[in-house]
């Protein structure tokens, strides 16, 4: 079975702060893919970045890197220089496999963040 | 700009009566899943389906019941609505080329069941 582990409530940073929201994992498929997804106050979920886990280097995307170590279990989103809309809450999110019963993803149960001004 | 969409937004019924949530995509993906989302729980997977008349259970699938007569559309139903599933319900898609493949969600569908 897939688990996503967020142990972050909530967090706080300072407009202009670099944050790093973390994510720990666990699966036993060889292959697998990390995935980060944003829901702002109006409750949409946006997509911000996807890891997998053969790759070589870790992902970015903007503002938005990916620290992916493969050995820990872990894929913290790392945001550099917040900005206001950035406030939200975050899931961090996997992909096991290509197998049929496996194509959707475990959600963590996400990081409010919090950017003040 | 077509995509994925869910109606209704809003809707409050009450215990024991059917209801049916809508979901739609344009995109003719082939996975449609069906999450709730619950504080301190994230997003579960209720149902997901593969392909049309191809539907599976998820984590959480007791009280509810999904339909997949054409792939653009992914109907969610709760038979006999509890207070338990008050939640907001997201309908998702995505392809099947690879593991990296997102899912796209609709803006979802807030029940409240009195």
């Known amino acids: 079975a897939q688990k996503i582990t967020q142990t972050q409530p909530g967090m706080f940073v300072q407009e202009k702060e670099a944050v790093t929201l973390d994510c720990t994992y666990d699966t036993s498929d060889p292959s697998y893919g990390l995935f980060w997804y944003k829901q702002p106050s109006s409750g949409e979920m946006i997509f911000l970045i996807y890891?997998?886990?053969?790759?070589?280097q870790n992902a970015t995307e903007g503002r938005y890197s990916l620290n992916f170590q493969k050995a820990r279990k872990s894929a913290n989103l790392v945001i550099s220089a917040s900005q206001l809309g950035d406030s939200a809450m975050y899931f961090c999110?996997?992909?096991?496999?290509?197998?049929?019963?496996?194509?959707?993803?475990?959600f963590g149960s996400g990081t409010r963040l919090q950017v003040q001004p | 700009d077509a995509g994925i969409t869910q109606s209704p937004r809003y809707k409050i019924t009450e215990t024991g009566r059917q209801v049916t949530l809508m979901c739609h995509q344009t995109w003719s993906h082939s996975y449609m899943f069906w999450y709730r989302q619950d504080l301190g729980h994230g997003l579960r997977l209720i149902y997901y389906?593969?392909?049309?008349?191809?539907?599976d259970k998820g984590e959480v699938p007791d009280g509810y019941v999904v339909s997949r007569s054409k792939t653009e559309n992914f109907p969610l139903t709760l038979e006999s609505a509890t207070r338990s599933q008050t939640s907001v319900y997201f309908c998702a898609s995505s392809g099947n080329r690879g593991t990296n493949e997102k899912l796209f969600f609709g803006s979802g569908t807030q029940l409240s069941v009195l």
């Open positions: 389906s593969a392909a049309a008349d191809i539907t």
């Open positions: 890891q997998g886990s053969y790759d070589q």
């Open positions: 999110a996997m992909r096991g496999g290509m197998d049929t019963g496996r194509r959707a993803l475990t």
